[in-house]
Structure formats: structure tokens, C-alpha cells
């Protein structure tokens, strides 16, 4: 059948064109866990997984397809890899440069924009988080047996890597940071190791055996580990709900001037690997809405009387809190006597 006979056939043919093909991601564009939960992945997790995802060691990719679009790319060795694997690598899970970085890095090659929430920039806003983070990863051996036993996937919640997290909630089990067979702790970035596997000797880091701790240990850990996880969980509701926390306007308390709390360091300065100093710029935008700034619950009052100095921390106490608020203002009598007195003697 000619096109001269049925010239129709034309009438309701598309006109395919480039611009209506999908942009296309030179990687997977992988869904991350449980995002927008208290057991949202953290982004090294997302990193090993997209590298397991295709089949390739998770430091070769990053060394192929994430360093070379870096700003400040450089010539990458073996031993330059490996050390950033080892410990470094962990501040990309933070709220530095490195994090911000790596996050816009990695959301080009997926097609992604929501991957820099899985670092505490999405959690904590620009909060410095010197502090937070564990200096190396720690887990759960029961989750991973739980995951794998279900087939589901086996990653790493960014809860765990706060420092002041120490029991899962779950299974009411201290979190692990040393491999039980070689007792190494793990690279951040794997090489060639399987999930939920010791990067050093390939062996199953997970542990069907529930071990109990003692009734004494139990009631002191479990309240503390309650109240942890009960601020962490409402830092990471406010800051979905209002955008990236921008934490001056808590700090800020009307009438008494802008100075009153120490602000925080809301540019967070990393060490860089080669030993420069960097800085993180401020890229998002202030929330529309001062919610957080009016939410009086008792774990973010504490968090921000423990944010001042000892002699302001007294005046961000409420009322109800007047015994601390005094027992403060003693200490701080008691350490200037102690100065002026070893002033006299000198």
C-alpha cells in the first residue's frame, strides 16, 4: 500500500521528536529505603548499593563515574581511594561540603534531587554536625538477619550513625561497630563484599542470637535510648515539614537582643582530604514557615539549653526548669570563684 493511495495514513501519525524521549540517567535511578522514616537509608548506603546494583565494586564506580564530576577532580590512586573508603567517606553522610558535593554529584547521575536528604543536611538543616556522626559504621546484627530472612534489602538506617544513638529500637539490642570475626570496623565505601557482609573478611555481620542485656543495664539504656530517638524523630517531622531547618530563628529570642544563644555554625567547614579547609554554601532557600522555631517540646528545649554557653543557657531554660536553671547559675559562681582564686595565688 503506497502512500500516494492513503495519504490518511499520515493524519494521525505522531511526529516523533527528541525532545519528547525521557532524559535518560547514566545510572540506575534507585529508590532509596524507607525514605521520609526514622529508618531512612543513609546516602554511603545508597552509594554501596547503586555500586552492587550494577554489578561493579562500589569504589569503582565512585573512582569512574562520581569523581571525575567533581569540582575540584583530581588524579585518583589506589591509596587515595582506599583511605577515603576507610573513614573519610563517613562526613558524606553529614552536612559539609563533601556531603553537598557528593549528594548533587550522585543526583546527576541518577536524575534524582531528593538525595542529599539522605544526609543530616535533611535531618538537622545547617546545624553543624561535628559531633553527630560516628567516626565508623555501626549496625544492627538482628536487622540484618530480620532483612535478609524476609528478602528484603539489607542497608543502613542514618539513624545509626549518630554517635548518641546505641540501641536499636527494634530489637532492644546495643548497635555493633566491630566485625565478630576479625574484629575490623568497616570501610564506608566497599570494595568487593556483598551486603551485610564484613568488608575486611566477607563474612555475615548478621546474628540470629538475641542477646539480652542485664535487667540493670536495661533500665538505665532504654529510657535515654527513648527519649534519643523521640528528639531525632521530631528534628527529621519538622524539617519535612517546613524545608531544610534553618536553626537562627531558634536561636533567636525577641527583646533581648540577636546575640543572646550562640548561633551555630551554619556553614559547616569540612577538613578537606588533602588537607585544605572548605566551606558548604548555603544552597536552600529559608523555610516559609517558623514552625520549628515555636515547637516547645522538652527534647528541643534541652537540645537548645545544651546549644548556649553555661552562663546563657540559664536564661533559654523555661520556667518549669528552674531547679537546672539554678543549679547552672551555682556551677557557673562556683567555677569563677575557682578562677579568681587561682588568679590571687599566681
Same mark, same amino acid.
Given at each position: 500500500?503506497?502512500?500516494?493511495?492513503?495519504?490518511?495514513?499520515?493524519?494521525?501519525?505522531?511526529?516523533?521528536?527528541?525532545?519528547?524521549?525521557? %532524559?535518560?540517567?547514566?545510572?540506575?535511578?534507585? +529508590?532509596?529505603?524507607?525514605?521520609?522514616?526514622? $529508618?531512612? +537509608? @543513609?546516602?554511603?548506603?545508597?552509594?554501596?548499593?547503586?555500586?552492587?546494583?550494577?554489578? %561493579?565494586?562500589?569504589?569503582?564506580?565512585?573512582?569512574?563515574?562520581?569523581?571525575?564530576?567533581?569540582?575540584?577532580?583530581?588524579?585518583?590512586?589506589?591509596?587515595?581511594?582506599?583511605?577515603?573508603?576507610?573513614?573519610?567517606?563517613?562526613?558524606?553522610?553529614? #552536612?559539609?561540603?563533601?556531603?553537598?558535593?557528593?549528594?548533587?554529584?550522585?543526583?546527576?547521575?541518577?536524575?534524582?534531587?531528593?538525595?542529599?536528604?539522605?544526609?543530616?543536611?535533611?535531618?538537622?538543616?545547617?546545624?553543624?554536625?561535628?559531633?553527630?556522626?560516628?567516626?565508623?559504621? *555501626?549496625? @544492627?546484627?538482628?536487622?540484618?538477619?530480620? $532483612?535478609?530472612?524476609?528478602?528484603?534489602?539489607?542497608?543502613?538506617?542514618?539513624?545509626?550513625?549518630?554517635?548518641?544513638?546505641?540501641?536499636?529500637?527494634?530489637?532492644?539490642?546495643?548497635? +555493633?561497630?566491630?566485625?565478630?570475626?576479625?574484629?575490623?570496623?568497616?570501610?564506608?565505601?566497599?570494595?568487593?563484599?556483598?551486603?551485610?557482609?564484613?568488608?575486611?573478611? &566477607?563474612?555475615?555481620?548478621?546474628?540470629?542470637?538475641?542477646?539480652?542485656?542485664?535487667?540493670?543495664?536495661?533500665?538505665?539504656?532504654?529510657? $535515654?535510648?527513648? $527519649?534519643?530517638?523521640?528528639?531525632?524523630?521530631?528534628?527529621?517531622?519538622?524539617?519535612? *515539614?517546613?524545608? #531544610?531547618?534553618?536553626?537562627?530563628?531558634?536561636?533567636?529570642?525577641?527583646?533581648?537582643? &540577636?546575640?543572646?544563644?550562640?548561633?551555630?555554625?551554619?556553614?559547616?567547614?569540612?577538613?578537606?582530604?588533602?588537607?585544605?579547609?572548605?566551606?558548604?554554601?548555603?544552597?536552600?532557600?529559608?523555610?516559609?514557615?517558623?514552625?520549628? *522555631?515555636?515547637?516547645?517540646?522538652?527534647?528541643?528545649? @534541652?537540645?537548645?539549653?545544651?546549644?548556649?554557653?553555661?552562663?546563657?543557657?540559664?536564661? @533559654?531554660?523555661?520556667?518549669? &526548669?528552674?531547679?537546672?536553671? &539554678?543549679?547552672?547559675?551555682?556551677?557557673?559562681?562556683?567555677?569563677?570563684?575557682?578562677?579568681?582564686?587561682?588568679?590571687?595565688?599566681?
Amino acid at each position: 500500500m503506497s502512500t500516494m493511495e492513503h495519504p490518511s495514513v499520515f493524519v494521525h501519525q505522531q511526529i516523533f521528536r527528541e525532545s519528547d524521549i525521557p %532524559v535518560r540517567s547514566r545510572l540506575y535511578c534507585l +529508590e532509596p529505603q524507607a525514605m521520609g522514616s526514622l $529508618w531512612q +537509608e @543513609c546516602f554511603t548506603s545508597y552509594l554501596n548499593r547503586l555500586g552492587w546494583l550494577h554489578h %561493579v565494586s562500589p569504589r569503582a564506580m565512585v573512582t569512574q563515574e562520581i569523581i571525575p564530576r567533581l569540582d575540584k577532580a583530581q588524579e585518583v590512586s589506589r591509596q587515595w581511594i582506599g583511605a577515603l573508603s576507610r573513614g573519610y567517606a563517613m562526613n558524606m553522610n553529614g #552536612v559539609g561540603s563533601l556531603a553537598l558535593e557528593w549528594s548533587q554529584a550522585l543526583n546527576h547521575l541518577t536524575q534524582r534531587s531528593d538525595l542529599h536528604l539522605l544526609t543530616l543536611y535533611g535531618w538537622i538543616g545547617n546545624l553543624s554536625s561535628t559531633g553527630h556522626l560516628r567516626p565508623c559504621l *555501626a549496625w @544492627c546484627p538482628i536487622c540484618y538477619t530480620e $532483612w535478609q530472612e524476609q528478602r528484603a534489602y539489607i542497608y543502613q538506617p542514618l539513624f545509626w550513625l549518630f554517635k548518641v544513638v546505641t540501641l536499636c529500637p527494634k530489637h532492644h539490642r546495643l548497635l +555493633e561497630s566491630h566485625c565478630p570475626h576479625c574484629q575490623k570496623q568497616q570501610s564506608v565505601i566497599a570494595l568487593r563484599t556483598r551486603p551485610g557482609h564484613c568488608t575486611q573478611c &566477607d563474612q555475615w555481620l548478621g546474628s540470629s542470637l538475641d542477646e539480652k542485656l542485664s535487667d540493670q543495664v536495661m533500665e538505665v539504656l532504654t529510657p $535515654w535510648q527513648q $527519649w534519643v530517638l523521640q528528639a531525632l524523630e521530631e528534628l527529621h517531622v519538622a524539617s519535612r *515539614a517546613s524545608g #531544610v531547618l534553618q536553626w537562627e530563628p531558634f536561636f533567636y529570642t525577641p527583646g533581648r537582643g &540577636d546575640s543572646l544563644c550562640r548561633q551555630p555554625r551554619h556553614l559547616e567547614t569540612d577538613r578537606a582530604f588533602d588537607g585544605r579547609e572548605t566551606r558548604c554554601h548555603q544552597s536552600v532557600a529559608a523555610p516559609k514557615e517558623d514552625s520549628f *522555631a515555636r515547637n516547645n517540646s522538652p527534647a528541643l528545649l @534541652c537540645l537548645r539549653s545544651h546549644s548556649c554557653s553555661n552562663h546563657e543557657r540559664r536564661d @533559654c531554660l523555661p520556667h518549669r &526548669d528552674a531547679p537546672m536553671r &539554678d543549679l547552672i547559675e551555682t556551677r557557673r559562681i562556683s567555677s569563677n570563684k575557682t578562677k579568681s582564686r587561682s588568679r590571687s595565688l599566681s
